[in-house]
Every structure is written in structure tokens, then in C-alpha cells.
């Protein structure tokens, strides 16, 4: 719809099914979610990203029509599904590797269907931003190697691997004296775009 200007990948998420720290169930893999006395909690497809992702690897791998028939309740988000295995709710769900990291009574499962699924965290400057340059250098903040993903690591997240943090970037261009006048007003305005000077 034509509403972002610029997008920066600033992270990695894994969707994993979770259960109470020791897993007292011995909840291994799909199967185990079928039992009838296990308490599923799933996201909403529809309105979790997690729950879509996941819907799509377990469509692929034939296991996705049970799961869901078997599941006691859906949730519009993962700490949610999160909050309701520790409050004891439900016995397993589905939510990001992340989002463990956030709730220490929790445990994850590793399931080989979801082995190579992964969400994407990113920054986007819109096009509708009243100042862009501002809050491109904000998004490279956050992706950068050295600031923003030391923070994202902390957090739980698989950082992307930006650029190290630098205010105002100086790029050097070597390009011959007759391309000058062609090229200035379009470095002119890729400065003021990026916040960046080029020498």
C-alpha cells in the first residue's frame, strides 16, 4: 500500500512448543499433544504471527488438521498463550523462542516440523514520517551490530547482523570530475535521506 519507506531486519525468531519448566507431562513431539487429558492453547493464525507460521509448517507436514482439532483454546497472541501455561491453564502452546526467555517457569520443546521455521523482526520507516532521516538513524540504531542487537541477544531474539553504529555514516565515492554535476543533486538528496555525508 505503498506505506513504508525503508524496511531493516533487526531480528530472527523461532517458534517452539512450550511447557512447564521440567516438562512434567513429558511432552516430546506432535503426538503427545493429542492425548486427551493434555491441555493445548494455540495462537490464533489469524492474528499471531507464531500461529500462522506454525499452521503453515504442520500443514506441510500433515500434522496441523489434529493439532488444531485437539487444541482447548486459541489465543489472539503468544503471551497469552504463554500466561496460560503459567497460570496452569494449559499444558502446552506454541510460542517464540523469545518469549521463553521472558517467562523462567517455562521450558521449550524442540519439534523437527518447526526445526527451520523462522519469524523476522524488522524496523520500518514509514513513508508518512513527519521526519524520516530521524527515524531511519533510530531503525539503524536498533539494527546495528554493536547497540540494538546486543540488546535484541539479551532478550532472547537471534539479532541480524547490521552495520556497527555510527551517528552520521561518512561514505567515500570515487567517481570522475565529469560525472559530478549529474550525480550531485541525487547524493545531495541521499544524504538528506540517509543523515549521512559523502565525501
Known amino acids: 500500500r505503498g506505506l513504508l519507506r525503508e524496511v531493516l531486519p533487526l531480528a530472527q525468531v523461532r517458534p517452539l512448543l512450550a511447557v512447564?519448566?521440567?516438562?512434567?507431562?513429558k511432552v516430546r513431539g506432535l503426538a503427545d499433544l493429542l492425548r486427551p487429558e493434555l491441555r493445548l492453547s494455540l495462537p490464533l493464525p489469524e492474528a499471531a504471527a507464531t500461529g500462522k507460521l506454525v499452521r503453515e509448517a504442520l500443514l506441510k507436514s500433515g500434522h496441523w488438521?489434529?493439532?488444531?482439532?485437539?487444541?482447548?483454546?486459541t489465543k489472539p497472541t503468544v503471551n497469552e498463550v504463554a500466561n496460560d501455561l503459567k497460570l496452569g491453564a494449559a499444558d502446552a502452546g506454541f510460542v517464540w523462542d523469545a518469549t521463553l526467555k521472558q517467562y523462567p517457569a517455562l521450558e521449550g520443546v524442540e519439534l523437527p516440523e518447526l526445526a527451520t521455521?523462522?519469524?523476522s523482526v524488522?524496523?520500518?520507516?514509514?513513508?508518512?514520517?513527519?521526519?524520516?532521516?530521524?527515524?531511519?538513524?533510530?531503525?539503524?540504531l536498533l539494527a546495528s551490530k554493536d547497540r540494538g542487537a546486543e540488546e535484541f541477544r539479551k532478550a532472547g531474539y537471534t539479532?541480524?547482523?547490521?552495520?556497527?553504529?555510527?551517528?552520521?555514516?561518512?561514505l567515500v565515492l570515487h567517481a570522475?570530475?565529469?560525472?559530478?554535476?549529474?550525480?550531485e543533486p541525487t547524493l545531495q538528496a541521499f544524504e538528506r535521506r540517509e543523515g549521512c555525508e559523502i565525501v
Open 20 to 25: 512447564k519448566k521440567g516438562n512434567p507431562l
Open 65 to 73: 488438521i489434529a493439532i488444531e482439532q485437539a487444541a482447548r483454546v
Open 117 to 119: 521455521v523462522r519469524g
Open 122 to 140: 524488522s524496523a520500518a520507516v514509514l513513508t508518512t514520517s513527519v521526519s524520516p532521516a530521524t527515524a531511519l538513524c533510530f531503525a539503524r
Open 159 to 170: 539479532p541480524a547482523e547490521g552495520d556497527p553504529w555510527e551517528e552520521r555514516p561518512v
Open 176 to 183: 570522475g570530475a565529469m560525472l559530478r554535476p549529474a550525480i
